[in-house]
């Protein structure tokens, strides 16, 4: 049977007190609805539904290039009201699985068991709480059968103790679903039309109601507030962690690495305290990252070492090259093979050839530097004249003294040797040295001047 996925997003989330609405607050740098979208497309569902009401514009605006289904809940009667807006999506024939734009961390295969497990009927997602306030209480009759979900401020002191609540998620066949929710009334203690009313309604028509259970009442929450926001981070980033380590990656400490994207390692990568990685990265055999870099989207491969502090935004390094610490790659940052950026130096839109190197202090933006080429200490490409951004062309073996000010557009021939010191502004010859200093002088018998 096909299934079509209803995410329920309408809700104010008036606790995270923030004028970014409440599914678009970031886990892992991404909005939570994006967490649950994702989710819910691994099963490859006809089509996902989301309700949105609160926040409409941005909601829409961010998920514009999504391919989802959008039904408009205004006003926000409840969460049976919700899925009532989506019904005008779905097919008789097919199953509805709803799940809630606030609950992040929920896995694949348990939204699939959870959709199995409706296929003749409705099937609710519970769990175990140490802590049960605030949740529907979920009670059942003496033979363990479901017959209602009851919510917290509906609930009587007895059901109150019970402990195994309502996730919230649940799967129903449409053609089953859409007369319970026409029959749904809003006399409770909210006001609303609540969508878990209709287990009771099944159970009264003989429909047996089936419940899924999970193990971990993580995976589950959810997200009200910045304290469960973080929270929600910090099992997200273990997770993240622990598969990682199961891959075979070593992590110095897995309570101190954030993964906001998607991270690619080949075998034996190291990847000491407080790496934050952005985006997509890859990293090859043997990368080793030291502690406090930071990694956006950039490929790094096999061999490579970036020791501590170093930024790396939107950059491909090559095979066994060395990078900080202190070292910063933006964005079009090229290292080929063997090559070295040390300490306080800044790359960008550059390409740095074989084994060249560049150790201290430096600055290198637009430029095209071939291999074995050693960059002294201090050196400046200056690319930029206020308006207009030029290039440095460096050839082979050459080797740029220290403090040297390389004024683009210039090029430097293959072998040449630039001396310490110059402002060159004229293209230097292969194989040649060049220099562009004022001539030195001592003034003799020179005195200092005295305090008076
Ligand atoms: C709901 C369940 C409760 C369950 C709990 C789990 C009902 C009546 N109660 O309660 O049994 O234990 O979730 O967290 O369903 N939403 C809309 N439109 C609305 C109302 C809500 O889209 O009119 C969305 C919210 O954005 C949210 C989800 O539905 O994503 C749940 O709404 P919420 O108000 O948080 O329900 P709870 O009171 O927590
Ligand atoms: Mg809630």
């Not at 829409?60 to 009201?81: C, I, K, N």
């Not at 509906?154 to 319970?180: F, H, M, Y």
């Not at 962690?241 to 390692?265: E, F, H, K, Q």
Request: hydrophobic residues 40%; proline residues 4%; glycine residues 10%.
């Amino acid at each position: 049977m096909d299934i079509s996925v209803v995410i329920l997003a309408a809700g104010q989330g008036t606790r995270m007190r923030s004028a970014l609405p409440k599914v678009l607050q970031p886990l892992a740098g991404r909005p939570l609805l994006e967490h649950v979208i994702s989710t819910a497309e691994t099963l490859k569902p006809r089509q996902v539904c989301v309700v949105y009401g609160h926040g409409a514009e941005q909601v829409l605006e961010h998920f514009s290039d999504r391919d989802v289904q959008w039904a408009l809940q205004e006003p926000q009667l409840g969460t049976g009201h919700a899925v009532q807006q989506a019904m005008q999506h779905l097919r008789e024939d097919e199953t509805v699985l709803i799940i809630y734009g606030d609950v992040p961390l929920v896995l694949p295969a348990t939204i699939e068991s959870l959709a199995k497990a409706a296929s003749d009927g409705p099937a609710i997602l519970t769990v175990i709480e140490t802590d049960p306030t605030g949740y529907g209480r979920i009670v059942r009759d003496p033979a363990g059968a479901v017959s209602a979900i009851v919510e917290e401020k509906d609930a009587t002191d007895d059901q109150r103790r019970i402990s195994e609540v309502n996730t919230g998620l649940l799967a129903c066949p449409v053609n089953q679903l859409g007369p319970l929710l026409d029959a749904l009334k809003a006399d409770n203690a909210q006001g609303e039309y609540y969508l878990t009313d209709i287990v009771a309604a099944a159970v009264a028509d003989g429909v047996s109601v089936a419940a899924v259970m999970v193990d971990s009442p993580t995976e589950v929450m959810g997200i009200n507030d910045k304290l469960q926001l973080a929270d929600a981070e910090r099992a997200y980033r273990e997770r993240v962690a622990a598969s990682l380590m199961t891959d075979g990656v070593t992590i110095v400490d897995p309570a101190r690495i954030d993964v906001r994207g998607t991270l690619n390692c080949g075998s034996d990568v190291i990847i000491d305290v407080n790496a934050v990685f952005e985006g997509e990265v890859e990293l090859g055999d043997n990368v080793s990252i030291g502690p406090n870099c930071v990694v956006k989207n950039s490929r790094i491969a096999s061999g490579t070492t970036l020791n501590a502090n170093c930024v790396l935004e939107d950059a491909v390094v090559g095979k066994d090259c060395d990078i900080g610490p202190f070292g910063r790659l933006r964005p079009g940052a090229e290292m080929k093979q063997g090559s070295r950026v040390g300490n306080f130096v800044e790359v960008k839109q550059t390409i740095l050839g074989v084994g060249s190197k560049a150790n201290h202090l430096t600055y290198l933006g637009d430029a095209v530097i071939g291999d074995g080429v050693n960059v002294g200490c201090g050196t400046i490409t200056c690319n930029y004249d206020g308006a207009n951004k030029h290039q440095t062309v460096i050839g082979d073996n050459a080797f740029i003294g220290s403090g040297v000010e390389l004024v683009a557009p210039v090029n430097i021939g293959a072998g040449a040797t630039i001396g310490a010191g110059s402002t060159v502004s004229k293209d230097a010859p292969a194989g040649e040295l060049t220099l562009e200093r004022a001539k030195q002088a001592t003034v003799k018998g020179w005195k200092r001047p005295a305090k008076q």
